[in-house]
């Protein structure tokens, strides 16, 4: 079975722990603008250490750069961000290290076509943690297991399937250790089918306690894994709530109308 995802659990087990409250990123007034503009507006927002997080919400409402602003893939023009009580430094070395501290798969892959699945997860690795091949290695093998694709090890990323791909991009995140992983709509490039292999692999890392901001149209993934749903629109937080709450009686006319339109009843 190496190649199945992580084996399914019962949805009510798939939340951790709640989390300590101890906080882990924090973002304090950020705003972005890119030209005229103003994607993100005084943006504030609290991770705890294991927290789950899921960022939801119209398109263009600035979930993506938000997200991608935690790691400085975007830079911001005003407010502060921290990681673990560390402010995000501007560029160079001491940045490079931080973004090891901070794993993030994105929507695309963004493996290396050229180099095989185990060097894709060893990288990194070897490169910035300065780790010996043969520990990265060994590394590199037991997360391939962790999500469910071990048999690839030796492939190029395109012998495999969209959802093996990204769960090699999750397995590459992880072998740098981080404290916090972010997700940027992980799922949105994938065919149906494989949407839930990923999920699942997600829900366990949730079950394990990592610290994670999951941008996502998948509703039913926030409402079985988030400890607190963040619902976006025009740049601004709108609100957030644990997802019984907010899913069974969101308090804004913003969200309500949002979940009208996504939410079959």
């Not at 119209?58 to 938000?66: Q, V, Y």
């Not at 037991?142 to 969209?162: E, H």
């Not at 692999?201 to 149209?217: I, K, S």
């Amino acid at each position: 079975m190496s190649d199945s995802p992580v084996s399914p659990a019962s949805p009510r087990s798939e939340r951790a722990v709640p989390p300590s409250g101890e906080p882990l990123v924090v973002l304090d007034g950020v705003n972005k603008h890119f030209g005229a503009l103003h994607v993100l507006r005084d943006i504030d927002l609290t991770v705890a250490r294991g927290e789950v997080v899921v960022v939801i919400g119209p398109s263009g409402s600035g979930k993506s750069t938000l997200c991608r602003t935690i790691n400085r893939l975007e830079t911001i023009d005003s407010g502060a961000i921290s990681i673990d009580g560390r402010p995000l430094p501007q560029e160079g070395r001491e940045l490079a290290r931080l973004r090891a501290d901070v794993g993030m798969v994105f929507q695309s892959f963004n493996l290396f076509t050229h180099k095989t699945v185990l060097e894709n997860v060893t990288l990194g690795q070897i490169k910035v943690r300065k780790s010996p091949r043969e520990t990265a290695e060994r590394t590199a093998r037991s997360l391939l297991d962790r999500v469910g694709v071990s048999g690839q090890a030796d492939k190029y990323p395109a012998q495999l399937s969209g959802g093996q791909q990204q769960r090699v991009a999750i397995a590459r995140a992880l072998a740098m250790e981080p404290k916090v992983m972010l997700f940027d709509e992980p799922t949105s490039a994938l065919d149906p089918e494989m949407i839930n292999e990923v999920l699942e692999v997600m829900r366990q890392l949730a079950r394990d306690g990592m610290t994670m901001v999951v941008v996502t149209h998948e509703m039913g993934f926030a409402r079985s894994a988030a400890h607190r749903v963040v619902f976006m629109a025009d740049g601004r937080i709108v609100e957030q709530a644990p997802p019984d709450r907010f899913f069974s009686s969101p308090r804004s006319e913003r969200a309500k109308d949002f979940l009208s339109k996504i939410l079959h009843h």
